[in-house]
């Protein structure tokens, strides 16, 4: 496997923490998108949301927001993006769960949302064929 999060995890990688317990790891990315973009990965190597068992996720998610909280409430940030993809068809590039963190602030000039091309489907055929079973 030649996943680049996963020596970060053993200490064979050098990271930038921000925060780990026992079940997750949040580090400052080192690719510099924005500053202080930082990820939130599972100590559990799985690939993606799609794949990962709802108990590794919650604990992320859970870890994902005492992150965000701390930026809001102790970093002087006023709001955070919060962003993952699942599967390279959604243009996931590591095949280890990670959960984006950017703290936000008013004014800072970052547009953090796709340009969407806009829906082309009828809403309620698209509402048919994405709803779950009852």
């Avoid at 604990?59 to 005492?66: A, C, I």
């Avoid at 390279?88 to 969407?116: E, Y």
């Amino acid at each position: 496997m030649d996943c680049p999060f996963c020596p970060m995890l053993t200490g064979e990688k050098p990271v930038m923490k921000i925060y780990e317990d026992e079940h997750t790891l949040v580090f400052l990315a080192g690719h510099g998108f924005e500053d202080g973009h930082m990820m939130a990965i599972p100590k559990k190597h799985v690939e993606n949301v799609l794949d990962c068992d709802g108990e590794t996720f919650s604990r992320l998610m859970l870890t994902v927001k005492k992150v965000a909280n701390h930026l809001v409430n102790n970093c002087g940030y006023e709001g955070v993006n919060i962003f993952t993809a699942g599967g390279s068809a959604a243009q996931q590039t590591v095949m280890h769960l990670h959960v984006h963190i950017i703290p936000r602030k008013t004014g800072d000039g970052i547009n953090a949302w796709p340009p969407f091309r806009g829906a082309t489907a009828d809403t309620a055929q698209m509402h048919e064929k994405l709803k779950m079973p009852e």
